[in-house]
C-alpha cells in the first residue's frame, strides 16, 4: 500500500515538473480547450468545401437593419444642410444701433440691386451665394448679420395696409380655436394677410382656408404678401409651401348662398362688426366648433355680448382672454465710464499663490476659456474670475394691439430711441391697450 502511493506521488510530480505536459510528451487538455461552439461542431460534420464556404460566412461583418438601409438610400441629412441665398427670396438683415435697439431690414435680393441701411451700402450680389447666419459688413463698415426671416419677422415686417394682429394675438387664437392639420376655417377680414398666412400653416397641405374682405385694396395686399412669402419660401426650402387659402373679395353678410355647401372647423372674424356676420355663419359651423373674434376694446365685446343675446343667437361664450406681452431687457452692469463693471473679488480669491502654481492656473484658464467661448454654462472658478453682475428690466417698448397702434408705430420708425418724451401722454396709454380675444361655441 505504501508503495503504491509513492508510485502517486512521483507521477504527479511529474507532471507539475513539465509545466502541464504528460511524461510522453503529450500536453495536458483542459476542460475549456475541449469545448466546441455549436457553429464548430457543424463544420466537423460537413465535407470541407462547405465547412470552408460556412467559415467565409462567419468572418464576414455584420451589418445592422439601419446601416444597410443608409447605405441602400441617399443620406438624407444632406438635403437637411442649410443652402445658400439664392436671387429671389428674402433676407433679414439685422444691425445692432444705439441703446440696445436692433434694426431689421427686410428684402427680396435680386442681381443688381442694393440694400440701404444707415450703417451703408451693400450689394444683393454680396449676399446671394452665402449661407444665412454670416455677418457681412456694408460700406460703412457697420456689421449686418444676413439670415431668412421666420414667418412672425416677415408679418411684422411686409407691407401693410390695414393694422395687422400681432403674432402673439394669432397664437393665442389658434391656441383657442385648436386648428389642426387638414381643418376648413373661415376668416373675415383679410387685411394685410396676417391671420392667412398663419392659418395656411396651422390646416396644412389637406386643409383649407376661406378668406373675405370687403375691401379692394386690402383684398389685394393680402394675396400680394401671401404670394411673396411662398415664392420665397419654395426658393429657400425643399418643401412647398401649401398653396391652401382662398381670397374672396366680397363682404361676408351677402355671402350666405356660399356658406350653405361649406362645413367649417373654426371661423375666425376679424372686422369692426363681428355681429353682422354670426347670424350668415354659424350654420356651416360644425356642432362644438369655435368661432374666434379678434377686438381691440372691450366695448365691442359688450356690444358683440347684447347682439348675441337679444338674436338668440346658438352661441356660448367660452373665454375672453386680455392677450399682453412683456419684452425684458437683461444686459450687463456699466459704471459711468461705460465699462462693464467686475465681479467683486473675495477674501479667497486674493491671498497670495506661489508663482508657479498661479501660472499653471492661468494657463488652465485660458484653455477653458478658449474651448467654452461660445458657451454660457461655466466653471466655478470660471464664473469667480469673468461673471460680471447683470440688471434686468421691462423694455421701454411693449408690443400690444390696439385701434391706434399704427400711429405709435409710424412714430417708432421715425425715432431711433427706446423712448421719446415728447410723445404725449394719450399715446402712451393707447399704445399699452391690449388686444381681447373671444371665442364662442356653437352650441344647440
Known sequence: MRAWRELRRAASSTVSSSDGVFPGGRPRRRVWETSLSPLERVRRLLPPEEAEAIGRCAAAPQTSPEEEKEAAAPHEAAGARPSPFRSGELALAEMRRKYNMTLKLLCRLAEGSVLTSPGGLLPHRDI??????????????????LRRPSLEEYVLLMPRGPTIAYPKDISAMLMMMDIHPGDTVLETGSGSGAMSLFLSRAVGPKGRVISYEIRDDHHSLAKKNYRRWRASWEIGHLEEWPDNVDFILKDISTAAADMKSITLDAIVLD???????????????????????????????????????????????????????????????????????????????????????????????????????????????????CSVPYVARPSYWQDAHSGSDSLSEKRKKRSTKIMDQSLPFEMHVKQLLPSLATTWRLSV
Open 128 to 145: 446671394i451665394g452665402q449661407l444665412p447666419g454670416q455677418i457681412l459688413r456694408t460700406s460703412g463698415r457697420a456689421r449686418l448679420l
Open 271 to 385: 372686422m369692426l362688426n363681428p355681429q353682422s356676420a354670426l347670424p350668415v355663419l354659424h350654420p356651416s359651423l360644425k356642432q362644438g366648433g369655435v368661432c374666434a373674434v379678434y377686438l381691440a376694446n372691450i366695448t365691442q365685446v359688450t356690444d358683440l355680448l347684447d347682439r348675441i343675446r337679444t338674436c338668440k343667437l346658438p352661441f356660448l361664450c367660452e373665454k375672453i382672454i386680455e392677450v399682453t406681452y412683456r419684452n425684458w431687457l437683461v444686459l450687463p452692469a456699466k459704471i459711468k465710464n461705460g465699462k462693464s463693471s467686475q465681479m467683486v473679488e473675495t477674501q479667497e480669491n486674493t491671498e497670495e499663490r506661489p508663482q508657479k502654481e498661479y501660472e499653471e492656473i492661468l494657463i488652465q484658464d485660458q484653455v477653458v476659456l478658449k474651448e467654452s467661448e461660445y458657451h454660457e454654462s461655466l466653471s466655478d472658478d470660471a464664473e469667480t474670475y
